[in-house]
């Protein structure tokens, strides 16, 4: 029997991936108006590893990076993380750590970093003070069963709408009115940063007595300028840069102004040499000023770095925004006098107005009031602050009165209560369980309660046998 001899053959090298620290988690709403925030990226990966959000940055992301974290963390978590979403250094310095460490690539996407060749090096003007949520977006969230996320819109100052729902972006909590952190104690993205009460619609709404805001054509064009620029982050490093823009203005300026910028930045509303430095003194703008550009010349930010103009271009001249100001009017010492003696009749008003109501009642400028009554208008912030104190004390009472109620009518029924099912009947009433006095109030009335429990079984063991 002839043995054949098998031709040599390789065993085939297997690459293996390179395996990142942290889990690869894909970024929601990626390339779309509804893109997700870094900081919400952020905050999910904590979620996934079981860790609170400033123990992953402190601990994990920082050390990937050259930044020194000497801030306290109350200063990190409501002021300085927020840059975190921009295009300055935190920006850039986080997505890459990321990058790094989930194996993703383009996590600056979910910033604006692709843009800042266009805009202020310092990013002024670009993020809100707070958080900006919209209550129904979270709802939906919530019942389609999806994972939560804060996109990158709710965190720029420019966008004040939701353009889903029609409704004005909400930066306090509905429970306790606080704002919310950048950076949260807890992972639990939906929920308060302060009290944990749910951030979408509350059980009992007071939208029947609550005003809704109008809102206006500027509103819906600046968030959908915004929309734009967010969805087409990817492709923004070919068109947004200052070059490109100061062609374009320069474009525009020799068709509506036949070249003059003194009179096209005039047309427009625009101060005097606002635009022109853009080209003269190689600045570039800020975030707000390009999309009032924008606004002004009712252009979409692509439509202006892109497209040609056309040439209809010529009658655009007549729909221009044009900021008119008005005639400064000088008060007689009269005027001022009948205008301080209506100011002392409101200051007796209840409830007391704050200090816009007053101006717009008064029919003048909040900056006129403060400048020619500042007396009177310290005394009707001091007013309202007393009488607000009053009323938040007032109201934190009957809160704390109603709960130890509820608690008291819970454990005098003939089943077992748990802390759970106590929390559970308390927010269905619109008291979080979460919020620190109304707990203390629960479970004073708990202890009291296992008090006189374990005090009648005591004196039932004391008690002497009858004979």
């Not at 992953?56 to 990937?64: G, H, Q, R, T, Y």
């Not at 800042?116 to 979270?138: A, F, Q, T, Y």
């Not at 096209?264 to 625009?270: A, N, P, R, V």
């Not at 400048?371 to 704390?400: G, M, W």
């Amino acid at each position: 029997m002839q043995l054949e001899l098998l031709e040599s053959f390789e065993i085939p090298s297997v690459e293996i991936p390179t395996r990142s620290r942290l889990v690869s988690l894909e970024p929601k709403g990626i390339d779309t108006p509804k893109c997700e925030a870094l900081i919400s990226y952020m905050t999910r990966l904590a979620y996934k590893h079981v860790v609170r959000p400033h123990i992953l940055v402190k601990s994990i992301i920082v050390p990937m990076t050259d930044l020194s974290f000497e801030t306290s963390l109350s200063s990190f978590s409501y002021g300085y993380s927020r840059t975190i979403n921009s295009y300055v250094n935190y920006a850039a310095r986080f997505s890459n750590a990321l990058e790094k460490l989930t194996q993703r690539a383009n996590l600056k996407n979910l910033t604006l970093l692709p843009w800042r060749d266009l805009l202020d090096p310092k990013g002024s003007g670009l993020l809100r003070d707070h958080v900006g949520i919209c209550p129904m977006c979270l709802d939906e969230f919530d019942q389609a069963g999806s994972e939560i996320y804060y996109p990158l819109l709710w965190y720029l100052r420019a966008t004040r709408i939701c353009s889903s729902h029609q409704c004005h972006l909400e930066d306090t909590c509905s429970a306790c009115g606080k704002c919310q952190a950048f950076v949260a104690p807890h992972a639990m993205l939906g929920y308060c940063t302060h009290c944990g009460a749910w951030l979408g619609t509350p059980a009992i709404s007071n939208t029947s007595t609550k005003q809704t805001k109008e809102i206006s054509i500027r509103d819906k064009f600046m968030t959908a300028a915004i929309e734009q620029i967010v969805a087409n982050n990817s492709r923004a490093e070919q068109i947004a840069s200052r070059e490109l823009l100061v062609a374009r203005v320069d474009q525009y300026c020799e068709v509506l102004s036949d070249g003059k910028m003194s009179f096209f930045e005039k047309d427009l509303g625009f101060s005097r040499h606002m635009i022109a430095n853009w080209k003269n003194k190689m600045i570039r703008p800020r975030m707000e000023t390009f999309l009032e550009l924008c606004f002004r010349l009712q252009k979409m930010p692509l439509q202006l770095l892109t497209e040609e103009i056309s040439s209809e271009v010529t009658h655009i001249n007549k729909y221009l925004n044009k900021t008119t100001s008005k005639p400064k009017v000088k008060l007689s010492h009269e005027e001022l006098r009948t205008l301080r003696e209506r100011l002392i009749g409101l200051l007796e008003s209840d409830p007391p107005l704050s200090q816009p109501e007053i101006s717009e009642a008064l029919g003048i400028k909040l900056r006129f009031l403060l400048y020619h009554f500042p007396d009177l208008c310290r005394q009707a912030a001091k007013r309202r602050r007393q009488v607000i104190s009053i009323n938040t004390a007032h109201k934190r009472a009957e809160k704390i009165k109603k709960t130890k109620e509820i608690t008291e009518n819970m454990l005098s029924e003939p089943r077992p209560i748990s802390r759970r099912k106590i929390g559970k009947a308390l927010e269905k009433q619109g008291l979080p369980f979460a919020d620190a006095e109304i707990r203390r109030a629960a479970l004073e009335v708990l202890d009291k309660y296992k008090d006189a429990l374990t005090y009648d079984n005591h004196s039932q063991k004391e008690m002497p046998e009858p004979s």
